[in-house]
């Protein structure tokens, strides 16, 4: 792009008198020969001019610039014309450059040359400037040379980046605008093919010059032919134009353009011209009264003449306000004594005149008497000033200074000057700057809103959530998922991109996606986009309201989607129905910390949205490839799983029975899925872990039963189910859990003294009773605040007491271990002492009933795989497959299939019975997953899992030694050996033997005779015959032995030793968070299973086909996972979490408050109050000095006059003087 940018150079010779230098200020020789020739005698001109009197060349000054001995960082720089486009600079600043977008421009004007700066200016530049700039993230443009204010803004600008944190570091940045031909060693900076870098080196950095300023980030140099002089103000000038029409925030987004403020330190009298012009295009200016120059000519005009009258003119047609003959005489008077040495001070005047009128975009600035601390006050209340005058009548005079704090983010500003009670906002005034707040992150601003008269539910309509998804910054894993899923809708493209290409495919489909109807980011891609993330969780979100809702084909809902938005798509003019919960996920889905808990603080069921905010980040950082991001995104992800934790600890103790229906109720703002599922899916180990969440497990895996039953009791139940009608196990009366459920704050009623977790009043007979009671009226009367009106007739006693029995989990969960260890018995059985040969001699009775039994295994797979839940058939798959213990079973049993094949053949009946041997491990392997419901052996195993891992890794290592080894032994011991079984055991299984001590001695020492037969005889060697050994290189072989033992039996067999004292180390402690983790699935798994285990579950398999597919009979126990509460019980648990919530938040503010962090923050803040304080105090003492000073003056001057007139004898007083106060004092208490 800077081989766009061109530059000039003086080709016409205009001398001056004494014929040495040009009027461009270069010297004669300098010049081409263009402009030296006689020939061109005619050109010779008497007034220099750039625009006529230069020539044009491409820019041979560009690239980065490293300054020498002063500073490791590179800035930028480009030498260009005075005439280019300014949006082209813009672009390469901001585009190329990559310097931030400005949300403020402070052009410094004036204070240039080397006149010494005033110490309270510097202390204005530094303590105001260049602090309030860090706070608002604004560019500071100056001259950028090393001289006057330039050089006091740079030292500033170091100073506070020295002090700034890596946050806040590249918010201020500091670019200078500098005259071509005025800046000293720029020949350093020529290359006609750029510099990175160009090194510019400076002899003297201490004394002012025309250097370049090595604490500036980038450098626009001007070039208007000129040498050694000051302009470059009409560049710089249109840039400032230019820039204050951009608009702030992520691509423009912001609801204000760019405000640029010009702030006018001393200044010579030529100056008054370029604050003229840009005052007529309403640009604001604060001018510092005080520094000096032009600065204080207008504080004196603007302050001692803003009451003189200004009349209409009586031109025709002249509506301009023209100055009276008074005013005008009176800024002639104060011209002369500012600038007595100028001689057109008529154009001065004119000038002033001209600046006077525009006086309402100026702002006088008295820093040696106000101080430099409420600087940002001041630059923001001038550009307000300024703003009120353009901005229209209808408009709120308060929301341009809305604006400006919401784009500075500075709600301190706001919260003291905007929202402290004295002014009525109206929602219209609020709109465009919450949309504003919410594009640019800046969430303190979305609470003030929504705390000051801001309705979500008026704003947040699906055509505003719309255009928030459009607002998301490229380059974020989130826009790159809605970019793929938009090209996939619109066909685009044949196949979505891979990761490594994920960028520029992205950009590439950008490019390609034509404009018009429905070719914009929808909630469609949304959707698609937060289904991938959920999974088969819940529901697709915004389904409905596209209506999708029937459509469960993938093909037909992209056809329905692009016909729907090619249309008028009426629904995004309505409202959200859950705005918080889609703003939350819209914050979550950009990995927006505070944000996103600001949303959690207002949406509903608090823990279904923490526990999705965790699932939604995790399923984000997979897919995130900056591992910045990713660490961030898992670090809120452990947040929100910390939080839903907390919040629900804190719902368990105010009320069990309620945060038991808040585990399982169904949800309709999160696609109906419930707590544990969403934490399932979110792998929540740590919620999981909960005493609340254990409880409920145990509830249901007991069902009617006490949890304190012995296990042999159940034993002995289960081969003698008539002992279930006896005292042998204890079973919970129907009337604790009433009255459990009439008092559940009370101690000691509906609960069970021998419980492990508290209050057990949540049943497969409440349940059950619920379902019967959703098909009637309802009632007041409820059950953990489910409505019910009646209790359906109660069975009989023998009934009711066997489905307790048999219904639990528990029960069917020991019946199947007992029968597995049976299964495993047979199929021993089988394969030691029964397998027949193949038909027609066999099989044996035996094994015909070990495949029976195989075949009921099979069938329950099938149930579980296909017949369970309300996910589509792939979904189920998935599901199914993505388990370990599932592929566990499927290998099983493909195996068991392939043995039982096989075995049925002659040819191939040894192989079958090989592979029905290796089944048999697989089957024995499962005995694992069956006993991790165990409290001692589920950490356990948890444990072995983990070492596993560590394992192959030892084995990799391992193998690499062996390799190494082996092959070396082998080629030094037998020179010739072409049998690949001798190589393959010699070579892998030999030394491996050896970790174990199994070492051949004969075959490593053949320095001595052993008694082995071998050959040397190279045919008889390939015939088979074993080889003899090479005795050239014994030596060397028992040196390998010595350090190949060394390093595999004390190294690597310690190093895996470490490797599991460190994972046993680390598992350990969370063992118990894991165990309670997976527990949750095998009680799920043995919930959903019938009563009766294989090979008697066919008969239970029989009888839910002819309920389910014939009667049609829906399940029931799938209630103890998923509970749907409509009216007034969903509102009531809806309050009371909301009540909980609160409570919580209360609880955390006050930890939070009392903090050491917060406390030297509010001592902070006071000791600020009472410097600022005794400021003041220092300012009302400076004036009582003054004011004293005066009395003192007036009192001597009244004490002359009385003694004048007391001394002549003009005339006589009637009186005499009156005697002061002192001295009446004193005569009247003598000492």
Not at 111 to 132: I, M
Not at 245 to 272: F, Y
Request: one cysteine or more; aromatic letters at 10%.
């Amino acid at each position: 792009m800077c081989q766009d940018d061109h530059v000039l150079t003086c080709a016409i010779l205009s001398p001056l008198s004494n014929g040495a230098l040009c009027q461009c200020g270069g010297e004669r020789e300098a010049h081409g020969s263009v402009a030296l020739g006689d020939y061109f005698s005619t050109a010779i001109v008497n007034r220099w001019d750039s625009a006529q009197h230069s020539s044009e060349y491409p820019t041979d000054a560009f690239g980065e610039l490293q300054f020498t001995g002063a500073s490791k960082r590179h800035s930028y720089f480009l030498r260009l014309s005075w005439d280019t486009p300014p949006s082209m600079v813009y672009t390469l600043m901001t585009a190329h450059w990559g310097l931030p977008l400005p949300n403020l421009v402070v052009s410094v004007v004036g204070g240039e040359g080397r006149t010494k700066v005033k110490t309270w200016v510097r202390e204005v530049l530094r303590q105001g400037l260049v602090k309030a700039s860090q706070s608002t993230g604004a560019w500071i443009l100056t001259a950028g040379l090393r001289e006057g204010v330039g050089r006091c803004v740079g030292e500033a600008v170091r100073d506070h980046a020295t002090a700034a944190s890596s946050v806040s570091l590249n918010k201020v940045v500091a670019l200078g605008i500098a005259p071509w031909g005025l800046v000293d060693h720029r020949q350093q900076l020529v290359n006609p093919q750029g510099s990175f870098p160009a090194k510019y080196y400076v002899k003297n950095m201490s004394q002012d010059s025309c250097c370049l300023d090595n604490n500036y980030q980038a450098f626009l140099l001007v070039d208007d032919g000129s040498v050694g002089r000051r302009g470059g103000t009409e560049f710089r000038a249109k840039l400032e134009d230019y820039i204050s029409h951009q608009r702030t925030g992520i691509w423009g987004s912001g609801s204000i353009n760019i405000p640029v403020l010009c702030m006018l330190i001393s200044g010579e009298a030529s100056m008054l011209e370029r604050v003229d012009l840009s005052l007529k295009k309403s640009m604001p200016w604060l001018v510092l009264a005080g520094s000096g120059g032009l600065a204080d000519f207008l504080s004196d005009v603007l302050d001692n003449l803003s009451s003189a009258p200004v009349v209409q003119s009586s031109g025709e047609g002249d509506v301009e306000a023209g100055p009276s003959v008074d005013l005008k005489d009176k800024v002639a008077e104060r011209v002369k004594r500012h600038f007595p040495s100028e001689a057109e001070s008529d154009k001065l005047v004119e000038r002033a005149l001209s600046i006077y009128q525009n006086r309402d975009f100026i702002t006088i600035y008295h820093g040696e008497q106000e101080g430099p601390n409420d600087f940002d006050t001041v630059l923001l209340k001038a550009l307000v000033g300024a703003s009120k005058h353009r901005a229209s009548a209808d408009a709120s005079p308060y929301n341009e200074e809305l604006k400006l704090a919401v784009t500075w983010n500075r709600v301190d500003i706001a919260k003291s000057e905007l929202f402290n009670g004295d002014i009525h906002w109206k929602y219209e005034d609020l709109e465009d700057s919450m949309t504003d707040a919410l594009i640019n992150d800046k969430p303190q601003f979305v609470r003030l809103f929504t705390e000051n008269g801001l309705n979500i539910l008026d704003y947040l309509t699906y055509g505003r959530l719309e255009s928030l998804y459009r607002s998301v910054p490229d380059g974020t894993v989130l826009y790159h998922l809605l970019q793929r899923r938009l090209v996939e809708r619109l066909g685009t493209a044949a196949s979505a991109p891979t990761s490594n290409q994920q960028d520029s495919a992205s950009k590439v489909a950008a490019e390609h996606i034509q404009s018009g109807p429905g070719t914009e980011m929808s909630l469609f891609e949304v959707a698609r986009v937060l289904e991938l993330l959920m999974g088969d969780i819940c529901q697709p979100f915004y389904y409905d309201v596209l209506g999708l809702e029937q459509i469960s084909s993938k093909r037909r809902a992209l056809r329905h989607a692009s016909k729907l938005l090619r249309g008028e798509c009426l629904y995004r003019e309505k409202r959200c129905l859950f705005p918080w919960a889609s703003l939350f996920v819209w914050s979550v889905l950009q990995n927006r910390s505070e944000m996103a808990t600001f949303f959690w603080e207002m949406t509903g069921e608090s823990v279904l949205s923490a526990l999705s905010g965790c699932k939604i980040l995790r399923e984000l950082s997979k897919l995130e490839a900056e591992a910045e991001n990713k660490l961030s995104m898992k670090e809120l992800a452990q947040k929100f799983e910390n939080v839903a934790h907390d919040m629900f600890s804190s719902c368990y103790r105010s009320n069990e029975s309620r945060s038991f229906t808040l585990l399982i109720r169904k949800s309709p703002v999160w696609g109906g899925t419930t707590c544990l599922q969403m934490g399932m899916g979110a792998d929540a180990r740590l919620f999981f872990s909960h005493d609340g969440v254990q409880s409920l497990l145990s509830q249901i895996w007991w069902g009617d039963m006490k949890r304190n039953t012995d296990v042999w009791k159940l034993l002995l139940t289960f081969f003698c189910p008539v002992l279930c009608y006896t005292n042998l196990i204890s079973f919970r009366k129907q009337e604790d859990q009433h009255q459990g459920e009439e008092k559940p704050n009370e101690d000691g009623l509906g609960k069970d003294s021998d419980s492990l977790y508290g209050t057990t009043i949540f049943s497969f007979s409440d349940i059950k009773h619920i379902e019967e009671d959703a098909q009637g009226t309802l009632s007041p009367r409820s059950i953990r605040g489910i409505p019910h009106s009646r209790r359906p007739p109660k069975r009989p006693f023998i009934v009711s007491r066997w489905r307790e029995f048999w219904f639990a989990p528990v029960t069917a969960f020991l019946g199947n271990v007992l029968m597995y260890f049976l299964f495993l018995l047979l199929f021993a059985y089988v394969l030691l002492v029964d397998f027949k040969p193949p038909p027609p001699s066999g099989p044996a009775i035996t094994e015909y009933v070990l495949y029976f039994w195989v075949f009921t295994i099979v069938c329950e797979e099938i149930r579980e795989t296909f017949f369970l839940g309300t996910m589509t058939m792939r979904q189920r798959i998935r599901v199914y497959i993505q388990d370990v213990w599932n592929n566990c079973d499927l290998t099983a049993i493909v195996l068991f299939i392939i043995g039982v094949i096989c075995r049925m053949f002659t040819w191939s009946y040894g192989f079958g019975r090989d592979v029905l041997c290796v089944d048999y491990m697989v089957f024995t392997l499962r005995l694992i997953h069956i006993f991790a419901i165990h409290k001692q052996l589920g950490p356990k195993i948890i444990i072995v899992g983990k070492m596993m891992k560590d394992i192959f890794f030892f084995l990799f290592f391992l193998m690499v030694w062996l390799m190494a080894y082996g092959v070396a032994n082998q080629a030094l011991l037998y020179s010739y050996d072409p049998s690949l079984e001798r190589i393959f055991r010699r070579v892998f299984y030999r030394p491996y033997l050896h970790i174990f001590g199994q070492i051949p001695v004969e075959e490593m020492d053949v320095g001595k005779q052993w008694d082995m037969p071998c050959t040397d005889n190279v045919t008889l060697i390939q015939s088979g015959y074993e080889p003899c050994r090479t005795q050239y290189s014994n030596w060397l072989v028992v040196i390998l032995l010595i350090v190949y033992l060394l390093v595999t039996n004390i190294l690597l067999i310690n190093l895996l030793i470490a490797m599991f004292s460190s994972t046993f180390s680390e598992v350990q402690a969370n063992s118990d968070i894991y165990w309670k983790f997976q527990r949750y699935t095998l009680v799920v798994q043995y919930h959903s299973r019938p009563s009766l285990a294989p090979p008697f579950i066919i008969l239970s398999h029989i009888n839910l086909f002819i309920k389910r597919i014939i009667r049609k009979v829906p399940s029931i126990k799938i209630h103890h996972f998923v509970l749907q509460l409509r009216g007034k019980a969903a509102n009531k648990l809806m309050t009371w979490e909301t009540i909980q919530k609160e409570d919580f938040l209360t609880g955390q503010n006050t930890i939070q408050k009392s903090s050491d962090s917060e406390r030297l923050k509010r001592m902070s803040a006071k000791v600020d109050g009472v410097l600022k304080h005794v400021t003041e105090s220092r300012d009302f003492d400076h004036r009582l000095r003054a004011l004293e000073n005066e009395m003192e003056y007036c009192s001597n001057a009244l004490s002359w006059i009385v003694d004048t007139l007391a001394q002549g004898s003009t005339f006589k007083p009637p009186r005499p003087p009156p005697t002061s106060r002192d001295s009446f004092l004193s005569s009247a208490n003598p000492t």
